[in-house]
RNA sequence: GGUCCCAUCGUCUAGGGGUUAGGACACCGGCCUCUCACGUCGGGAACGCGGGUUCGAAUCCCGCUGGGAUCACCA
């Protein structure tokens, strides 16, 4: 038997992550029995699906690297374009006395819900309407129906329905607990417990694999299935992504969607370690390429337990993966974002791999790279006052002038070893250690008191540029107070 | 409330009868050093509780407690 599995997000708001690493799981399970990956597109819900969604969903699934065998643009993973397959087979059930009509409407279902709660008695459907006669071939709900109504799914009341879990293990459901559930609802829309087992079978999926909160339409899922005449597929629920506060990672918790994060400057190979590495694990192994991640994933070494979204620990992977790239693409991947913050690169694509080279140890995203490359990039950079106050006085001036002069003297050799020289030869007649003056050039050369080594920044920032923050620091620390 | 799921450092996890309970993030300290980082070395930090089974339990069983999910004409 091939492996296909499928992820199937539903375009009615952004790409969560927490959502993303069912599909990423699915995805990474496929890959590595060497199986195939469906994406589906479940927009049986119109009022509430956009096609921004979709753009999103198949967006952020790209940029991640997540690349499916199967679906869009295909019409034929979208729910929306099967509606017909949908309706045949609730015909059949309805034929077969496996599904009947119910009457109640939403507002008496409502009610008999708040009295059971009252009553302290468990809030399902009562099965009413499970046992009145109608015609076998009766018209399915919709816009032509002299009368409303919807299809219920007749579930066994005997016996139980055994889900054998893959990650989690046995979960036996007494099946007197399930109720009949809508199949398809008075509009004429298939609801998703419905659709959903029909796309899984009709697009031959071994292995549904998605988040533990589906746990429990398992049994009514695999009822139909079995209603249907067809063998339910084997089922992985991975337990649930958490926000700090322990509940369901959502919205309230900040930054959730994969779009954040792209635009916040993370790599998705970092995004993708992160999420693989919730709730999985292989050893002690943290890092893993995407190769890596198909070669040792397996469904056997995922966790049961839910996991807490760990912002740090997703920083430190993207800290480690831009300090692993390459230069040339690293810099290329900065460039959009010193622009977002409305700067320009004045220089060549060597000359900002060099600024990105003095950076990358640094900072922690592509966005706070560009905030640090702010000094190399501005023509006009301002100094901190703080910094000013303790490093640019008056006794500074001398020694700042000279070295001025030692670094003009230095032509077109503006290499840091030569720098480096330039400074020990100031050293030498002002008596001073290196931090004495490290300090003073680096707060008149990027304004503030932290920076790359002194040397490498004057180096990238160049003769012209230095020497002018230069002279203009020496104006301002032989004028205190001003 | 019913049903289902879960339980090792603050967090992610390894370990699944005998371990000084291992790693990673974060945190703290030393070293490196022109600042900040990086790097490196070191440190504190966990088996929820109670019963069993066993020579021996973090590990197996039961109960409790705690947490979570779910109970829609949403998916």
Redesign the pocket.
Known sequence: MTVRTRY?P?P?GALHIGNVRSGLFAYLYARHCGGSFVLRI?D??QE?STKESLDEILQSLAWLGIEWDDGPPDPKYF?STRFDRYREAARRLLREGKAYPCY???GE?DAM?KQAERE?R????DGRCRDLPFAADIELPGANADR?Y?IRFRSPHEGETVVEDLV???????NA?L?DL?IF???G?P???FATVLDDADFQITHVIRG??????TPRQMQIFLALGLTPPAYAHL??V?GHD???LSKRHGATSVFAYRDAGYLPAALINYLA?????H??Q?VFSPAELIQFFDLN?C??????F?P??L??LNFHYM?ERPLDLLAREVRPFIEKRGMQVPGDDAWLERVVATLR??AKTLDELAEFAGFYLRDEIQIEAKAAAKFLKPDIVEPLRVLASELDSLDGNFKEEAIKQAFERVMDRYQM???QL??PV?VALTGG????????VIAVLGAERSGARLRKAIQQASQPGS
């Open positions: 199937a539903s009615t479940d049986t819900d509430r729910q109640c409407t939403a279902l819900r302290h468990k809030p399902g459907y409303k919807t989690k293990g046995r979960a036996v459901f007494d607990e109720d809508i609802r008075s509009d829309v609801t998703y417990n533990d909160d589906h746990l429990p339409n337990p649930m958490m322990g509940s369901k590495r919730l709730g999985w694990s050893g002690d943290e070494d966790g049961k337990s839910a996991g807490i760990n740090e620990k920083l430190w300090k140890e640094r250690k290196l931090g490290a300090q680096r008191t932290v920076s790359p080594g002194i040397f490498e």
